[in-house]
């Protein structure tokens, strides 16, 4: 059965809008988060916003893993279904259930402001599958989700 996983990139307080506002350096362990999630990722789910920004730049980016990702997403086998920078499906997504995983990089800051990923919804028990803390400071974490 396929999953769905759900990354994002957060500040300590949560908040997930606009990531390079906190996303203030990346290093190599970071970097390599993301073409880590996506590895096992043969289709992805965006709202409208989210899909909005990236039609126009990926279908013709050279930027790996993103450009070879767009190009095979027919062609794939079942992979897991990655849902990224969509705020609001990612929670309709988490409050309906059907959410497996969740894939977290959290800076080292507070945004103090801004829409937090997780407001507003209902409890989820969570178990802790994989976590690291890079050498500038970012939390890596993966959860799944306890049905």
Do not use: C
Request: no cysteine; glycine share 12%; charged share 25%.
């Amino acid at each position: 059965m396929r999953k769905i996983v759900v990354g994002g990139l957060l500040s300590l307080d949560g908040v997930a809008e606009d990531p390079n506002r906190f996303f203030t350096e990346w290093d190599d362990v970071v970097d390599a988060s993301i073409p880590r999630m996506i590895a096992t990722q043969d289709a992805v789910i965006l709202g409208r916003r989210s899909y909005d920004e990236w039609v126009g730049f990926w279908p013709g980016s050279e930027i790996e893993p993103f450009a070879k990702f767009a190009r095979r997403l027919k062609d794939g086998p079942g992979g897991d279904i990655g849902v990224h920078g969509s705020i609001s499906v990612a929670q309709a997504l988490l409050a309906g259930g059907l959410v497996d995983e969740l894939r977290l990089v959290i800076a080292p800051s507070i945004a103090g402001a801004g829409r937090r990923l997780l407001d507003g919804l209902p409890s989820i028990q969570l178990e802790s599958i994989r976590s690291e803390i890079s050498p500038t400071g970012y939390l890596l974490v993966d959860y799944r989700v306890i049905r």
